[in-house]
């Protein structure tokens, strides 16, 4: 089975400083796919970045940006020039490739102040 | 952005009561999925759908059954209403993009049982 560890479950911020949110997972397959998600309070979750396991080059998406280490299971979320609209839920999200359910950790929540 | 829509968005409802909460995407998705988020906690799969005429339980035992019969549509069935089931409830849909699966979120049912 497929694990997903989020082991800060809050963490604060000051406005325009950066911030990493870390997540660990295990698994036996080669092939995967990782996701961080984003729930603001009371609003829609969306996706925030996402990383397949066969590239080595970390994905970056504006301010996003992860540090994926495959061979430590490591798939940290950094955040730079935090904004007070970054305040939310992060979740990491694991996928086998070719399959069809997402496994998520436990969140952490983000609390970025002015 | 991604079209999917869940309705109601909030409900509060006595014990006993049969509910259906409704999820529809636009997206052409044939997966789709449902999950039990309780507030700040992580995500729990309680059934998923692989396409029209398929649904699955999921990792978190529920009382709840789904059905699929059009593509766009998978609702969320309590046949009797439990204090037990107040919760968040989200809907997700997904669907390859090359050799990516992405989920996409609704903006999730508040469900109170009184």
């Known amino acids: 089975a497929q694990t997903v560890t989020q082991s800060q479950p809050e963490m604060s911020v000051q406005e325009a400083e950066t911030v990493t949110l870390s997540c660990t997972y295990d698994t036996s397959e080669n092939n995967y796919y990782l996701f961080w998600y984003k729930q603001p309070p009371s609003r829609q979750m969306i996706l925030v970045i996402r990383?397949?396991?066969?590239?080595?080059q970390n994905a970056t998406e504006n301010r996003f940006s992860v540090n994926f280490q495959k061979a430590a299971k490591s798939f940290s979320l950094k955040i730079s020039d935090s904004q007070l609209g970054d305040t939310a839920m992060y979740f990491c999200?694991?996928?086998?490739?070719?399959?069809?359910?997402?496994?998520f950790g436990s969140g952490t929540k983000l609390n970025v102040k002015p | 952005e991604a079209d999917i829509y869940q309705t109601p968005r909030y409900l509060v409802i006595g014990t006993g009561k049969k509910i259906t909460l409704e999820c529809s995407q636009t997206m052409g998705h044939d997966k789709m999925y449902w999950y039990q988020q309780d507030p700040g906690m992580e995500l729990h799969l309680i059934h998923y759908?692989?396409?029209?005429?398929?649904?699955e339980k999921g990792d978190l035992s529920s009382e709840s059954t789904v059905s699929r019969i059009r593509t766009e549509h998978f609702p969320l069935t309590l046949e009797s209403a439990r204090p037990s089931h107040t919760s968040q409830y989200l809907c997700?849909?997904?669907?390859?993009?090359?050799?990516?699966?992405?989920?996409?979120f609704g903006p999730g049912t508040r469900l109170l049982v009184l």
């Open positions: 999200a694991f996928m086998k490739y070719n399959f069809n359910k997402f496994y």
């Open positions: 997700a849909s997904s669907a390859a993009s090359g050799s990516w699966e992405t989920q996409y």
């Open positions: 990383q397949e396991a066969y590239k080595q």
């Open positions: 759908s692989y396409g029209v005429n398929s649904t």
